[in-house]
């Protein structure tokens, strides 16, 4: 049973517009969220996190919205570009010191020019 | 500063052999994951480090897996014998071990064929 579930395998977005990237989870204990982005034969890149005392938290061209009632998160990259075409992951964790992360299975954004 | 560091990249093996991979994990951090991720799916935990110590390995397949971190430094993931459905990419991670919600940097994998 996925904790963590990305339901988007892939995503097509023109460069310049808005990517929007969604994340489920179905634990209510997890409360410490992150978005890994893989390029091909390279490991997950952190790219942004959000704790569950936020709805939001923004990094440059990257912001992650928490939805806690819905358990719901989402990444929006705005502008999109050609290099931010990549696999994107979603993580969660329990609020303890090394804690073990739980994927999702990732989805592909594709960024044409 | 220097990332995870992991070898070999790649590795093709025939069924029943055995085969290891190394981490180093990023200075400083006492912390060290081995993950596993198959093809389509996202990194799931097998053995956690602190220091020395393997704090969770329940994901760990312990008939034919191992693992070590002698020095609390690097450590070593082993199969032994490798199976067909072995074949997965193995990824390590590290962070620091100093408090909570704290972020895991990976290495680039070491990405495992067995024949």
């Known amino acids: 049973d996925q904790q963590v579930k990305q339901n988007s395998p892939s995503l097509s977005v023109q460069e310049g517009r808005i990517s929007i990237l969604n994340c489920d989870y179905t634990?209510?204990?997890?409360?410490?969220f992150l978005w890994y982005k893989k390029y091909p034969a390279e490991g997950p890149t952190f790219l942004i996190s959000?704790?569950?005392?936020?709805d939001k938290n923004e990094d440059g061209r990257f912001t992650v919205f928490l939805n806690k009632s819905a358990k719901h998160l989402s990444l929006h990259i705005v502008p999109s570009q050609p290099g931010d075409s990549a696999v994107y992951f979603c993580?969660?964790?329990?609020?303890?010191?090394?804690?073990?992360?739980?994927f999702g299975k990732g989805t592909t954004l594709s960024v044409s020019s | 500063e220097a990332g995870v560091v992991q070898s070999p990249r790649y590795k093709i093996i025939e069924k029943k052999q055995p085969v290891a991979f190394w981490c180093n994990p990023i200075?400083?951090?006492?912390?060290l994951y081995w993950y596993l991720q198959n093809l389509g799916q996202g990194p799931e935990l097998l053995i956690r480090?602190?220091?020395?110590?393997?704090?969770?390995d329940s994901q760990l397949p312990k008939d034919r897996f191992s693992a070590e971190r002698l020095k609390g430094v690097d450590s070593t993931l082993k199969i032994q014998p490798a199976e067909l459905g072995d074949s997965a990419v193995y990824l390590c991670?590290?962070?620091?071990?100093?408090?909570?919600?704290?972020?895991?940097?990976f290495g680039p994998g070491t990405r495992l064929l067995v024949l």
């Open positions: 993580a969660a964790t329990i609020n303890q010191a090394g804690t073990a992360l739980i």
């Open positions: 959000i704790s569950s005392i936020k």
């Open positions: 991670a590290s962070s620091l071990g100093a408090g909570d919600q704290e972020t895991q940097y």
């Open positions: 200075s400083g951090h006492n912390t």
């Open positions: 634990n209510s204990m997890f409360d410490y």
């Open positions: 480090y602190e220091n020395e110590e393997a704090v969770d």
